[in-house]
Every structure is written in structure tokens, then in C-alpha cells.
């Protein structure tokens, strides 16, 4: 198991352009570390899991100052970077998540495979509230788990979402009491890192496939990783804990 903690409590885990480059950096590793079989995102206080972007050098500077394509480039390479990041890790990312999260941080939790929510935390798509266009694959990932009908009213209108709002229209999967996230969230993790590693990989990759293709791609693509996973030694221990009415012992292998 990975743990990512966002640790800047005192600036409302807002991430600099450093800080952001740090945590896309611990997603990488994550994903390139065999021994890594499932990962934590956590973040350190109460009162915000991730208040998005914190202000870098070139926060203040004038658009007219900036050469044309500028703010592209600095997207993605910035928080698009990072959301990728996320979502092409091919180990589950389970989210605990106390406090708002916000902007950015509002992006990052729905890019997180599976989310835990403390009752007294809400997500706060508020790039309008601030005149910002949504960003950081907000509109992409909100889309594909609201519908467009809802994910244009949250975006449009940028209200806070409380807990019991997200576990009903699915941007949550578990909504627990106050000072409880993090230990749902760990056992979640525990039982994904004990789970089939490659299995739970292609799975993660697939249901991104067929959320974004037609039938013939998305029946190719499962035959092609039902290949992979046969070839695996807990796809073999998984037959044989079976036969053998037993819990099977999954190596990540």
C-alpha cells in the first residue's frame, strides 16, 4: 500500500505549482513501483481535503503579459498532468476525504477510483463563483459520472455539494461520521492491495474504455486484457483456492 498525504493545512491543502508537481510525481512512482497494490489519498486536518490551486510566481500576471498559449501549456503540464496522473495509475486509488475540496481539489477526487467522504465534508466546484473556466478535467470527469444534464448545473451554477448530495448522485462511494474517513478508507485500500493487482488494473483500465467507446472497441479491448490476466499467477491461485474452498492468497503477480 502507497499512502499520499497532502500535508499544508495552514494554506487550506492548496497545492503550489511545486506541491502539484510532487504529488503527480508520488502517482508515477506509485504506478512504476511493483510492490505498490493500491493507494491512499489522504489529507492532513479536518477542514480541507484540497482547496485546489495555491498561487504560483505567475498568478497575478496579466493575461496581456502572457504569450499565446501560454495558460495552455501551463495547464497541462500543471494540473492535467496531474489529474492523468490519477486516472492512468494502474493501481486502485481509494480517496479519504474530510473538508471541502475545492477547484482543483474538487477535480482530484473525482479522477480517485473509489472515495470515502466524511459527513461534514463537501465538494465545491466553484471555478465559476471566480469567473474561471472549469478546469483540471473537471468538465470530462463530471460529465462521464453525472450526466451532462447535472454536471452542467453544478458546474454552471458552482454550489457547494454536501456528503449525502454526492453518495446520491454517485460522486462518492462511501459517506461516513466525522473522524472516520481515513479508517474506511484504509480498510478499502487493505482490500484492494491484497486483491489480483494486474486483474484490478486492467478492470480500472477497461471501465474507462467503455465509458469512452463504442461496443467492437470496448469488446476487443476486454478480450485483449482477459489474455493478460490468464497468463498471471493469481489468476492460477484464484482457480485453485476455489477448488480448494479456500481464501485465495494474491501475490500481485
Known amino acids: 500500500m502507497c499512502r ?17 508537481d510532487v504529488l503527480t510525481d508520488a502517482f508515477l512512482s506509485a504506478a512504476e513501483d511493483s510492490s505498490v497494490r493500491a493507494v491512499l489519498l489522504r489529507a492532513t486536518g479536518d477542514r480541507h481535503f484540497c482547496s485546489g490551486a495555491g498561487l504560483g ?26 489529474i492523468a496522473a490519477v486516472l492512468d495509475c494502474d493501481k486502485p486509488v481509494v480517496a479519504a476525504v474530510k473538508g471541502a475540496a475545492a477547484g482543483a481539489g474538487f477535480s482530484l477526487v473525482l479522477a480517485c477510483d473509489l472515495v470515502v467522504m466524511s459527513t ?42 454536501d456528503a449525502r448530495t454526492c453518495e446520491r448522485l454517485s460522486l462518492v462511494n462511501r459517506v461516513v461520521a466525522p473522524g472516520e474517513a481515513d479508517a474506511v478508507a484504509e480498510e478499502l485500500v487493505g482490500r484492494l492491495a491484497a486483491g489480483p493487482t494486474v486483474t484490478l488494473g486492467l478492470t480500472k483500465r477497461l471501465l474507462s474504455v467503455s465509458s469512452e ?7 476487443e479491448q476486454e478480450a485483449w486484457a482477459q489474455e493478460v490476466v490468464s497468463r498471471t ?21
Open 4 to 20: 499520499i498525504t497532502i500535508d499544508r493545512p495552514d494554506v487550506g491543502n492548496s497545492l503550489s505549482p511545486l506541491d502539484r
Open 213 to 219: 467507446s463504442g461496443r467492437d472497441r470496448a469488446f
Open 120 to 161: 461534514d465534508a463537501k465538494l465545491v466546484p466553484a471555478f465559476v463563483q471566480r469567473g474561471i473556466l472549469p478546469d483540471s478535467g473537471a468538465i470530462y470527469l463530471l460529465t462521464r459520472i453525472v450526466g451532462l444534464r447535472k454536471a452542467t448545473e453544478l458546474l454552471m451554477l458552482g454550489d457547494p455539494v
Open 57 to 82: 510566481p505567475h498568478a497575478n500576471q496579466p493575461a496581456s503579459e502572457k504569450r499565446p498559449g501560454d495558460i495552455a501549456r501551463m495547464l497541462q503540464k500543471g494540473y492535467q498532468r496531474l
Open 233 to 253: 499467477a493469481d489468476l492460477q491461485e484464484g482457480l485453485r483456492s476455489f477448488a480448494e474452498r479456500r481464501r485465495p492468497n494474491f501475490q500481485g503477480r
